[in-house]
């Protein structure tokens, strides 16, 4: 079992490295699928949940190489069109095949992918996309069966802003007759970062960042070469790092304005923050302050990625902060592991109340998802004494080697596998 001992208290200094976008990153390589040459990814991170999805690839019959942080697909070869449940089970996101694959040969079979950490996790949005598009779906064994003999535009009302359900019908329409309008559609930057990658392999994509989406369909398929978005997510955590141990770090590689809530909360709480054209400095060396509360939304509000890692920097906050989670029914998992490390948190519903401690001690801690294991990770870095988190497959899914990345900012960090 992975474990990762802590040693808190330390203040951090340095200059640490984003690397590329976890959430930008799946979709691409599900859409490229669509491309029949080869695409190269650069700046692809190198995380358990990216090479769950390379399997996915290699499973359908593309071939796939990886070197460093760049993956070579060639999707040629593909001929397969179904995605077993040992698969599906890796990566509850490779539902983001379900259109990609729909779109390439006319139908596509995925285990249903059913909840996960974060509570339930619905795809009625995804379907009822697919369905508009002309698919006929149906279940069977606990798989779902897409089937279209040809997918024509129309208009797709989402009916909340949902990213995976905006990646699919983009997917499914950037091939099909006709013109696809995407109502309500979800304005992430990892969206519009999908909508450059479709449109280099010769798609007609507009309007990503705003929430309606143009899509002509067509056929298409030429090789390109795409770099990937940073992580704003992993930005956000490596400031919120900073805030909890004090220190002065620079994050560089970011794209400052895909996380400015987060750095407006930070600068609130009383950290000196400067943004730069493609780095954030943080300089956290007083006493952290409660700020207003903070209530995550789809971008461009508060992500709910942001918000375990944001509620781990405030637990020494002067007064009471109030989260309210809007977005995941089940995102507040990570709480009874703060409480463990001597946090004050209520809970009621959506929404949790953190009042600032004097200290936090070292505990013992289990990670329970991706980002609420994260939040115990900034947690300890605050906290005095050695803390030890373990269930660390959660972290690795969205992070290159966290501890090698604090620890070259001053950290210690030590991983045991
Ligand atoms: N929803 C439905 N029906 C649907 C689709 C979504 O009810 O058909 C609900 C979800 O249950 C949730 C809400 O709508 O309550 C928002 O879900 P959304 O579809 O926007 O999220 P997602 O596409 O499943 C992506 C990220 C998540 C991130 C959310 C919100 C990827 C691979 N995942 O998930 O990332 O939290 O958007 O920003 O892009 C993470 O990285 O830790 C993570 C969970």
């Known amino acids: 079992m992975s474990i990762l001992r802590i040693n808190g208290g330390k203040a951090l200094d340095g200059v640490i490295q984003v690397h590329g976008s976890k959430n930008s990153v799946l979709p691409i390589l599900a859409a490229s699928i669509l491309s029949q040459g080869e695409t190269v990814i650069h700046n692809c991170p190198d995380l358990t949940d990216v090479n769950a999805a390379v399997k996915i690839l290699e499973r359908l019959g593309c071939k796939v190489r990886k070197e460093q942080n760049s993956v070579w697909i060639d999707s040629k070869t593909m001929i397969k069109c179904d ?22 040969t006319g139908e596509a079979i995925l285990s249903l992918p059913g909840g996960c950490e974060l509570g339930p996790r619905p795809i009625d949005m995804h379907l009822s996309a697919l369905k508009a598009l002309g698919a006929e779906i149906s279940e069977q064994n606990g798989n779902i069966i897409c089937r279209a003999r040809e997918l024509k535009g129309c208009r797709i009302d989402l009916a909340t802003p949902s990213v995976g359900a905006t990646e699919n019908s983009m997917l499914a329409a950037s091939r099909c007759r006709g013109t696809t309008v995407i109502t309500n559609a979800a304005r992430e930057p990892e969206i519009w970062d999908l909508q450059r990658y479709l449109n280099k392999i010769g798609a007609r994509v507009y309007g990503a960042g705003s929430s309606i989406i143009t899509v002509e369909g067509c056929n298409f398929g030429c090789s390109a070469e795409h770099r990937i978005i940073p992580d704003r997510i992993v930005s956000s955590t490596y ?52 700020i207003r509360p903070i ?76 980002r609420g294991g994260v939040s115990l990770v900034v947690a300890a870095l605050g906290a005095e004494g050695v803390s030890e988190i373990s269930a660390l497959w959660h972290i690795d899914r969205g992070y290159e080697r966290i501890d090698k990345a604090l620890n070259s900012i001053g950290a210690e960090i030590i991983r045991t596998d």
């Open 239 to 290: 400031l919120c790092c900073a805030a909890s141990a004090g220190g002065r770090v620079k994050v560089t590689g970011v794209v400052p304005r895909h996380l400015q809530t987060v750095t407006d909360a930070l600068s609130a709480m009383g950290c000196t923050v400067i943004t730069g054209d493609n780095d954030i400095y943080i300089r956290a060396e007083n006493k952290l302050k409660a």
């Open 83 to 104: 995605i077993p449940d040992s698969l599906m089970r890796e990566m509850r996101s490779s539902v983001i095949f379900l259109g990609a694959i729909l779109a390439r």
């Open 295 to 370: 209530i995550t939304r789809p971008y461009p509000g508060f992500p709910t990625d942001a918000q375990p890692p944001l509620m781990a920097a405030c637990l020494k906050a002067e007064g009471t902060t109030v989260f309210v989670e809007n977005i995941f029914q089940n995102r507040y998992r990570h709480v009874s592991e703060l409480i463990r490390m001597g946090a004050d948190i209520r809970v009621e519903g959506r929404v949790a109340m953190v009042t600032g401690v004097k200290k936090l001690c070292s505990a013992p801690v289990t990670s329970t998802d991706l």
